[in-house]
């Protein structure tokens, strides 16, 4: 019988995910897991052991050693053969982000949409986010609201700060690749070019008539600011 397989314990999103050579075009690309990225910043760039980076990680330090062989040989390749390198996917579990103040507890049938808010209506800048509002939906209604404070968590980390508030749905303005792919890694569904006031756009999203443009992108500090509506 194989061993069960455990997830590999990552203590932040990459916020930067995809680097390509500026002199070539159409380069191929190589994908590297969150997992390979997190063992090259344990050990590379915080200076750990192997064993440390295992107990982080919470794996066995043969796996690590597989993992960051794996990872070096896709770094050797994108720098000698110019390809591009992307980041995302992974057999991953985040650490919670801590959030300092209380949350209502979500249901088992519980919807939960987060909209990045300001003075009431959808805020445009994804990265920049200083709020969201919560709106938890039972059987197609919203039976609670709260606003949270992003406590400074910004570009990639908001994506595990919103993981942790076991959001099920972004609406947003603008919103950068990164950001993009590190919402699908923690399995939030985003709609993106959302403009007007939150509160309409929630109920829109439950009534199924809101209108999003999936092509809303920033390009600017990591790809946060910018916004092309």
């Known amino acids: 019988m194989p061993r069960p397989f455990r997830c590999r314990k990552i203590e932040q999103m990459p916020v930067y995910r995809s680097f390509s ?9 190589i994908l590297m897991t969150v997992d390979e990225f997190e063992t090259i ?28 062989e794996s990872a070096r040989k896709k770094i050797a390749e994108v720098l000698v053969s110019g390809k591009r390198l992307l980041i995302t996917g992974g057999y991953c579990e985040f650490d919670p982000v801590e959030i300092n103040q209380s949350i209502v507890e979500k249901g088992i049938k519980t919807m939960r949409i987060a909209i990045t808010y300001e003075n009431g209506d959808v805020f445009q800048h994804f990265g920049h986010c200083e709020k969201f509002k919560l709106y938890d939906v039972e059987d197609g209604k919203i039976v609670n609201e709260q606003i949270v404070d992003t406590n400074g968590s910004g570009h990639g980390a908001l994506a595990g700060f919103l993981q942790t508030l076991k959001v099920d749905a972004l609406i947003c303005g603008g919103i950068g690749m990164s950001a993009q792919t590190a919402l699908s890694d923690a399995a939030i569904k985003f709609y993106a070019g959302v403009n007007g006031e939150a509160d309409k756009a929630a109920k829109a999203l439950i009534e199924g008539n809101l209108e ?15 916004c092309k509506h």
């Open 41 to 68: 910043r344990l050990l590379d760039y915080e200076g750990l052991t192997q064993e440390n980076c295992a107990n982080k990680m919470n794996i066995a330090r043969t796996t690590v050693t597989a993992i960051y």
């Open 21 to 29: 050579p500026d002199d070539i075009k159409d380069a191929d690309s």
């Open 212 to 226: 999003y443009d999936p092509n809303a992108c920033c390009d600017h500090h990591g790809g946060e600011h910018n």
